[in-house]
């Protein structure tokens, strides 16, 4: 049963809010003068009613402290003046799914302006037909290439060496930039003009079943509401940079062009599609922290998700999640020797967890079924027992092919 998605603008008059008779909650997307600053989610009966005086009292206990916070922070801190952006590629990486792509693409088309305009490209990867392609000649301003070989970071290489621009940004076909998307990249280049990569909030499209409520509740890929710099060291984290999960989500992120060449672009190894459809973006992420350049998270630089409708696809999800995960782990272990006691311990950590949840979760004490649970660690268990070395026969096969 379906959530409804509210955005409350915290500096006016709260609203009223009624739960529709087909609802089971509601969510709530909290802004500051347009600044995203929260989100909450609350199981309510259908029909219930929340007085400006409820929602308060809700917000409040939820994010009173940050909204204080924020406060302080305007007083304090001069704002950073947002200096043009260099030049930007926006590149959405794409296999049969014009719907979703036309949405994508739509949002993206609505921040152009007069004074500024996007590059955006479209990799169509592998394609069974012409949609894509029929779908991007209807558009200006947007332009198509084909990558043949089946795999997301062949796609993502062939957009790295497609653009001419300073900055790339990465979008996937299933999200909806913010309004504020653009101005958020802006101000995270503006704040850190050394940083190589990028990362920014993923909030849900939609709530619509039960599955996407499930994946939301357990964090979903939210990443928090503070902008975080990450370096070469993390304070009380003595996995960092290993545990790569932390910086970012690869629907949403963006580099210095010039660096991702440098580090020798993608891992095509990983995300290769439906044998590994992961790890491509731990990978990328770690490797830019590895050769010395910070990465830089901003809630502000913001999309929302289209997430799995059906709980078999989430199922699934989440068992990609463990292959990925791994697969990226194992690699690191081979190709980077100097981390190989920090990624045993992350190895061992991330064993301890899963068994600890799924603990929990047969307990009645986790948001997640057993299954769910389980569906992760098995898929941890085959990217550790040779997935990586599978994927680099399977990609020698592939370009052996397309040669």
């Given at each position: 049963m379906p959530y409804s998605i509210i955005e409350i603008e915290v500096t006016q008059p709260l609203p009223t809010i009624s739960v529709l008779e087909s609802d089971t909650g509601i969510a709530l997307i909290l802004r500051r003068k347009d600044k995203p600053i929260g989100f909450l989610m609350q199981a309510l009966p259908a029909k219930s009613v929340l007085t400006p005086e409820d929602l308060a009292q809700f917000i409040a206990k939820e994010v009173g402290t940050k909204l204080l916070e924020e406060s302080i922070r305007e007083e304090l801190i001069a704002k950073a003046d947002l200096a043009p952006l260099?030049?930007?590629?926006?590149?959405?990486?794409?296999?049969?799914?014009?719907?979703?792509?036309?949405?994508?693409?739509?949002?993206?088309?609505?921040l152009q302006t007069p004074d500024l305009k996007l590059e955006i490209l479209v990799i169509d990867n592998a394609p069974s037909d012409e949609r894509t392609k029929e779908l991007v000649k209807s558009l200006q301003g947007v332009r198509y290439v084909r990558e043949p070989k089946p795999g997301l970071d062949f796609a993502r290489n062939r957009a790295l060496h497609s653009a001419t621009s300073e900055l790339l940004a990465f979008l996937d076909d299933d999200?909806?930039?913010?309004?504020?998307?653009?101005?958020?990249?802006?101000?995270?280049?503006?704040?850190?003009?050394?940083?190589?990569?990028?990362?920014?909030?993923v909030l849900p499209y939609e709530l619509a079943t039960d599955a996407q409520i499930l994946f939301e509740q357990r964090g979903g890929f939210r990443r928090g509401f503070e902008k975080i710099r990450y370096g070469q060291v993390l304070p009380g984290n003595p996995l960092h940079p290993c545990g790569a999960g932390i910086f970012g989500a690869g629907c949403n992120m963006a580099f210095r062009r010039e660096i991702l060449l440098k580090i020798g672009g993608f891992d095509d190894a990983l995300d290769t599609g439906a044998p590994l459809p992961g790890g491509g973006d731990l990978d990328i992420f770690y490797r830019v922290i590895r050769a010395g350049y910070p990465l830089v998270y901003e809630p502000k630089y913001l999309v929302f998700h289209q997430h799995r409708r059906e709980y078999e696809k989430l199922r699934r999800q989440y068992w990609t999640w463990g292959l990925g995960f791994m697969a990226f782990v194992v690699k690191s272990y081979q190709s980077d020797p100097p981390q190989r006691s920090q990624l045993r311990h992350l190895i061992w950590w991330w064993l301890k967890d899963q068994l600890k949840q799924f603990r929990d979760s047969l307990r009645g004490r986790h948001v997640l079924p057993p299954m769910m649970i389980l569906a992760e660690l098995?898929?941890?268990?085959?990217?550790?027992?040779?997935?990586?070395p599978r994927s680099l026969r399977r990609i020698e096969q592939i370009r052996r092919q397309f040669s």
């Amino acid at each position: 049963m379906p959530y409804s998605i509210i955005e409350i603008e915290v500096t006016q008059p709260l609203p009223t809010i009624s739960v529709l008779e087909s609802d089971t909650g509601i969510a709530l997307i909290l802004r500051r003068k347009d600044k995203p600053i929260g989100f909450l989610m609350q199981a309510l009966p259908a029909k219930s009613v929340l007085t400006p005086e409820d929602l308060a009292q809700f917000i409040a206990k939820e994010v009173g402290t940050k909204l204080l916070e924020e406060s302080i922070r305007e007083e304090l801190i001069a704002k950073a003046d947002l200096a043009p952006l260099p030049s930007l590629t926006v590149a959405i990486c794409t296999k049969d799914r014009p719907e979703n792509l036309a949405r994508c693409l739509q949002s993206l088309l609505n921040l152009q302006t007069p004074d500024l305009k996007l590059e955006i490209l479209v990799i169509d990867n592998a394609p069974s037909d012409e949609r894509t392609k029929e779908l991007v000649k209807s558009l200006q301003g947007v332009r198509y290439v084909r990558e043949p070989k089946p795999g997301l970071d062949f796609a993502r290489n062939r957009a790295l060496h497609s653009a001419t621009s300073e900055l790339l940004a990465f979008l996937d076909d299933d999200v909806v930039v913010d309004r504020k998307w653009l101005e958020g990249l802006m101000e995270a280049w503006a704040e850190n003009p050394d940083a190589a990569a990028f990362t920014g909030l993923v909030l849900p499209y939609e709530l619509a079943t039960d599955a996407q409520i499930l994946f939301e509740q357990r964090g979903g890929f939210r990443r928090g509401f503070e902008k975080i710099r990450y370096g070469q060291v993390l304070p009380g984290n003595p996995l960092h940079p290993c545990g790569a999960g932390i910086f970012g989500a690869g629907c949403n992120m963006a580099f210095r062009r010039e660096i991702l060449l440098k580090i020798g672009g993608f891992d095509d190894a990983l995300d290769t599609g439906a044998p590994l459809p992961g790890g491509g973006d731990l990978d990328i992420f770690y490797r830019v922290i590895r050769a010395g350049y910070p990465l830089v998270y901003e809630p502000k630089y913001l999309v929302f998700h289209q997430h799995r409708r059906e709980y078999e696809k989430l199922r699934r999800q989440y068992w990609t999640w463990g292959l990925g995960f791994m697969a990226f782990v194992v690699k690191s272990y081979q190709s980077d020797p100097p981390q190989r006691s920090q990624l045993r311990h992350l190895i061992w950590w991330w064993l301890k967890d899963q068994l600890k949840q799924f603990r929990d979760s047969l307990r009645g004490r986790h948001v997640l079924p057993p299954m769910m649970i389980l569906a992760e660690l098995w898929g941890g268990v085959v990217g550790f027992f040779g997935e990586y070395p599978r994927s680099l026969r399977r990609i020698e096969q592939i370009r052996r092919q397309f040669s």
